[in-house]
């Protein structure tokens, strides 16, 4: 089944894209991620533009996150005081980024500065995932308990002016520490085509110190507003979203979701972590070899 994508100017086989975005669609349901962070990278290897792999995959994101961000909202288990900041950090993340990918582009780089931030992130996640899962699991059949760990804020958000209190969150930090980290995804989102959440949510336990019972929802909350504005910048400036790929990647990631929803019911999170830092260390390794890979063609012409 060829379809025409004609934003990325190229026929490809629809199923095969519905079957891309079905795969992230299962690992999101299974791992509690958005999935972004790995479409990009599986589209680029299909022959998609870096660029429009990037906005186009934003674009999924924002239609993936919404059932996930009514969910947490019925169960109360978004923060939307914090929520709120993170947004609109994210809103002024999203400007910066548009700045760089109109420079990057108009300097030739955009296509190899997305590989690399995919491959330095990939690998440098991937590796702390691997290794925090290996340390569960050689706990578990040694019987030792991993020790509890402590929920406080990181002291260089301790330092910070002008402390606000986050009831939800029981936070009383300062506004600016959730205003930088939304500004961190949002850039990422509008270069990357991800969503943020797997750096997101880490980042709000680890730094923001904010309760387990929130951050899921409220990084769904911030996900779904930021890559909508990504979303939108992207068709006003770069034009390079195309809606028909992004339509196939929604349409396989749905129904990919209710499968990883079902599948993750049946592992152990220690397990399905590791899982999941080997797909992203296996994805890392192939982008990296991507880069130094020399092509049998060197250059093409294209017809004006």
Do not use: C
Request: without cysteine.
């Amino acid at each position: 089944m060829d379809v025409y994508l004609p934003i990325a100017n190229l026929s490809v086989n629809g199923l095969v894209i519905i079957g891309l975005g079905a795969l992230t669609g299962l690992l999101s349901g299974m791992f509690g991620v958005g999935g972004g962070f790995l479409t990009t990278p599986l589209l680029i290897f299909y022959g998609v533009p870096p660029t429009v792999a990037a906005a186009s995959a934003a674009s999924q994101v924002t239609g993936a996150s919404v059932s996930g961000a009514f969910a947490q909202a019925r169960r109360g288990g978004i923060d939307y005081h914090i929520g709120a900041v993170l947004v609109a950090g994210g809103v002024i993340g999203t400007g910066i980024g548009s700045l760089l990918f109109r420079l990057l582009q108009a300097l030739g780089q955009i296509d190899t500065v997305i590989n690399i931030l995919y491959v330095l992130m990939l690998g440098g996640i991937g590796g702390l995932m691997a290794h925090e899962s290996i340390t569960a699991l050689r706990a578990q059949r040694a019987g030792v308990p991993l020790p509890a760990r402590k929920r406080r804020h990181h002291p260089l958000v301790a330092s910070l002016p002008l402390r606000w209190r986050f009831y939800r969150s029981g936070l009383y930090i300062s506004p600016l520490a959730p205003l930088l980290l939304g500004m961190a995804t949002g850039i990422l989102t509008m270069l990357m085509g991800i969503g943020g959440g797997f750096i997101l949510v880490p980042a709000m336990l680890y730094i923001l110190g904010m309760g387990v019972n929130v951050v899921v929802g409220t990084s769904l909350f911030q996900i779904l507003f930021v890559t909508m504005v990504t979303t939108m910048m992207h068709a006003l400036t770069t034009r390079a979203v195309d809606i028909v790929l992004a339509g196939l990647l929604l349409v396989g990631s749905v129904t990919g979701a209710q499968l990883g929803t079902f599948f993750a019911q049946k592992a152990k999170p220690e397990q399905l972590r590791l899982i999941l830092a080997v797909i992203v260390l296996a994805v890392a390794l192939r982008m990296a070899l991507g880069l130094g890979y020399r092509p049998d063609e060197i250059y093409t012409v294209v017809p004006l």
